[in-house]
């Protein structure tokens, strides 16, 4: 089966969503989740952070990246290359 991947595309207008939706992207095995746009970097700190919790967990990974700098295409592009499947990329808007 396909591990989806997820681009995170940035401003976060309603911040309290990030926990529930780095939850569904380990329930959903994702391989990916990229971030996009103004903060990216500081962005995936913070998505790691909530991927680690106390890191007692250890089935809690998913590879994060972030992309300062780039097109949401260009991310988009990234994405699709990251594993040798046809998994589903997403967009997500908080």
Known sequence: MSEPR?????PVREPGR?????ERCLAAKASLIAVVGEG?????DEIDRLILGDASD?????TTSSHPGETLEEVLEFARLWADDEAQV?????
């Open 6 to 10: 997820y681009v995170l595309q940035l």
């Open 18 to 22: 990030l926990p529930e939706f780095v």
């Open 40 to 44: 990216c970097a500081d962005m995936e």
């Open 58 to 62: 250890e089935s809690r990974f998913v």
């Open 90 to 94: 997403v967009v997500v808007r908080l």
